[in-house]
């Protein structure tokens, strides 16, 4: 199965700042996906990255706010734009399991966000 | 997005005991479902798939009914390493995963 790497592991930022959270994958993967997970809420898809186009947004997501990188097939990155206390989350990255079926997914560790 | 809902817990049982978790699914097209489990402050692992014909993986137990949308998940001679949250998870159309919110199990010695 793939190894994730997500850095920055955790961050406390100011109000009206950006971060980018990146995520390498120690192979090739097709699908990756970018995950939010706000305190006692289920994951929400934020959206999918996609190599060599724009990233595809789910519902109440936009580019202006969550703009996505993926120039590679192991690299993506996610930033959280002029972020306000309401972004503070842990935002997961994901790549579907090789071998496992499909649909089914194996998440980094996660970059959980303190926006004060 | 459709709904997934899940008993939030917890669930306090001592080691040993047989516990069971359901979930319930909105979406009656809904094709792949499986259980994660999520450790405190870690990110989620898939712990097993769920088929039509139910499954077994040691200690677990997975079962769907179609006919009532909800899925349920049995674990046998609980063990302290296995509190967690677990996440009922469907998949609605693609690769939309829509994740029910967890139910949070703690065994006790």
């Known amino acids: 199965s793939a190894v994730i790497s997500q850095k920055p592991s955790r961050d406390i930022c100011q109000r009206g700042t950006s971060l980018t959270i990146q995520c390498q994958v120690d192979?090739?993967?097709?699908?990756m996906f970018w995950y939010r997970q706000q305190p006692g809420q289920s994951l929400t898809l934020i959206a999918t990255?996609?190599?060599?186009?724009?990233?595809?947004?789910e519902s109440g997501f936009v580019i202006d706010k969550f703009p996505i990188s993926r120039p590679n097939l192991t690299f993506s990155t996610l930033t959280v734009s002029n972020m306000s206390p309401e972004d503070s989350s842990i935002y997961l990255c994901?790549?579907?399991?090789?071998?496992?079926?499909?649909?089914?997914?194996?998440f980094g560790a996660g970059s959980r966000l303190t926006v004060l | 997005r459709k709904e997934v809902e899940q008993d939030p817990g917890p669930f306090n049982v001592p080691e040993g005991a047989t516990v069971a978790f359901n979930c319930t699914y909105s979406?009656?097209?809904?094709?792949?479902f499986f259980w994660y489990r999520q450790d405190c402050r870690k990110e989620p692992k898939l712990l097993m798939s769920v088929y039509s014909s139910g499954n077994e993986d040691g200690r677990f137990t997975a079962q769907l009914n179609r006919a009532s949308q909800y899925i349920s998940l049995l674990i046998r001679d609980s063990k302290l390493s296995d509190s967690a949250t677990y996440l009922c998870?469907?998949?609605?159309?693609?690769?939309?995963?829509?994740f029910g919110k967890g139910t949070s199990l703690l065994v006790t010695p």
């Open positions: 192979s090739q993967v097709t699908m």
């Open positions: 979406n009656s097209a809904s094709q792949s």
């Open positions: 994901s790549v579907e399991l090789t071998g496992a079926g499909a649909n089914v997914l194996t």
């Open positions: 990255a996609n190599q060599g186009s724009e990233a595809t947004y």
């Open positions: 998870v469907v998949n609605d159309a693609g690769y939309a995963l829509n």
